[in-house]
């Protein structure tokens, strides 16, 4: 079956400016996460959606961070205005279970630099 | 969420056995434990699950001791390609819980030759 999908792969990007990452989960699964792993840390949850729902966004810096799962499928995560720290890996991830727990499936992560 | 505490790091040979020991003193009595495992810039990839006593799959073994306030994966005969950081996670299942992994820093195993 197909892994989790995510576009693009790199981005440099200038501080204040915005980005924009896509995630195409696995077919069929309920769940799915965005992560944020900065270099040499363990991955940080910033969201979850069951379905086209946010589960916890507990995480996630709404004043410049945005995620929304369209149709309970793709999934796409904004920044905006970014900042130095922002640099990371983010993480697609997605699971077939509804109520929590499972396999999470990850996907290869776009990696960003922000200038 | 039960906090875990592993090692920051180890080292081994080619053809070894590999236990990495994994604290969650805090654990909740609905929450499993998982491994994965995380090449560089690849995302983690699931290594086993378990609750209570021990679980084995094709590629590795969990131990869980009765009071579940700690954990060991066995890696049996690592090769190179082992060469990776480990995570232990701990997580709720069933209504009322969302699932919520919290990755620590992980293990960074060395397989030398």
């Known amino acids: 079956e197909a892994g989790v999908a995510q576009s693009p792969r790199y981005k440099i990007i200038e501080k204040r400016q915005s980005v924009a990452f896509w995630c195409n989960p696995i077919s069929g699964h309920a769940t799915l996460y965005w992560y944020q792993q900065i270099l040499g840390q363990g991955p940080k949850l910033l969201i979850q959606f069951q379905n086209n729902g946010v589960v916890d966004d507990s995480q996630l810096p709404k004043d410049r961070f945005s995620a929304e799962r369209l149709k309970g499928v793709d999934s796409t995560l904004k920044i905006q205005p970014a900042k130095l720290e922002d640099s990371a890996v983010y993480l697609c991830a997605s699971s077939l279970a509804l109520a929590g727990g499972g396999e999470q499936y990850f996907g290869p992560g776009t990696r960003l630099t922000v200038t | 969420l039960a906090k875990t505490t592993q090692p920051i790091s180890m080292d081994s040979y080619e053809g070894q056995e590999v236990n990495i020991t994994c604290s969650h003193n805090?654990?909740?009595?609905?929450?499993?434990i998982t491994w994965y495992q995380q090449f560089p810039s690849q995302g983690p990839r699931f290594i086993i699950q378990?609750?209570?006593t021990k679980v084995t799959n094709e590629v590795a073994s969990l131990f869980i001791p009765a009071d579940r306030k700690s954990s060991t994966l066995s890696l049996p005969r690592v090769s190179l390609s082992d060469t990776a950081v480990y995570y232990c996670l701990v997580g709720g299942y069933g209504s009322g819980n969302t699932g919520k992994l919290i990755f620590g820093q992980g293990t960074t195993l060395q397989v030398k030759p």
């Open positions: 805090n654990i909740a009595t609905n929450d499993y």
């Open positions: 378990g609750y209570k």
